[in-house]
């Protein structure tokens, strides 16, 4: 709890004033992160920041790795949305490769009635080599998620290469800019201003207000874009 505790400092001595917790949904865990457990530790989170006078709002959500019984299980109710009550879910896709029926998978859940964002495209090695899949999610009307980190090369230049890319299209492709937090040094919130700073530079300040802002924010309240 200290170090949660001293993250949400960190976030709100930033600016943030509202962060979505996102653990990973793996389909391997022992213990997955049900909707109900994540509320019940967000809940938890929520009455340790207000005591200590934090002021940061923490709203559940969910990092999902894509399956096929994703769009089964969200129908379901055992996997938790952007915002918990939202449409929208975080989805990722292995580093390395991307599975032959991913696409297949991401029209069973716009399908189901869900809306997709997609988890840090500028770190997938497939993603670094060929932006052309990211115009197929794009179509299906998918949005794109960047991290702090892969904006300030943190995860090496082909990742930093392929998220400025990705910025490039901030016109047609629906982007976020997310902090990625993991800690508090490595992968720290305190990384997000400059990662603005930075996406600021190519695309200027107004698109970046809603990539971090206004475009999150309706994601988590369901609100279209």
């Given at each position: ?36 457990i994540?509320?019940?530790r967000?809940?938890?989170?929520q009455?340790?920041l207000?005591?200590a006078?934090?002021?940061l709002?923490i ?9 096929p ?5 969200l ?11 939202s ?13 032959t029926d ?41 949005a794109?998620q ?14 930093q ?14 982007l ?5 937090a ?11 201003r ?8 190519i ?13 999150p ?6 609100k279209?874009?």
């Open positions: 709890m200290g170090e949660a505790l001293a993250m949400a400092q960190q976030a709100a001595a930033q600016g943030t004033d509202t962060l979505v917790a996102t653990p990973h949904r793996g389909w391997s865990l022992r213990i997955p992160p049900t909707p109900d994540i509320r019940q967000v809940a938890l989170l009455t340790e207000d005591w006078r934090i002021p709002k709203i559940p959500g969910l990092e999902i790795k894509i399956g019984k994703v769009a089964k299980d129908l379901e109710g055992t996997l938790g949305t952007l915002g918990d009550e449409r929208w879910v975080l989805v990722e896709m292995p580093f390395d490769h991307i599975p991913a696409l297949k998978q991401f029209r069973e859940i716009r399908d189901a009635g869900y809306e997709i964002l997609l988890a840090h495209p500028e770190r997938y090695s497939e993603i670094q080599k060929s932006r052309n899949y990211l115009q197929d999610c794009a179509d299906l009307g998918m794109f960047l991290t702090s980190g892969s904006l300030l090369g943190r995860f090496g230049s082909r990742a290469i392929t998220a400025e890319s990705i910025l490039r299209r901030a016109d047609d492709w629906p976020v800019i997310a902090s990625d993991h800690d508090l040094r490595d992968r720290s919130a305190a990384l997000l400059a990662a603005c700073d930075a996406a600021a530079v695309v200027g300040d107004k698109l970046v207000q809603e990539m971090v802002d206004t475009r924010r309706s994601m988590i309240s369901a279209p874009l």
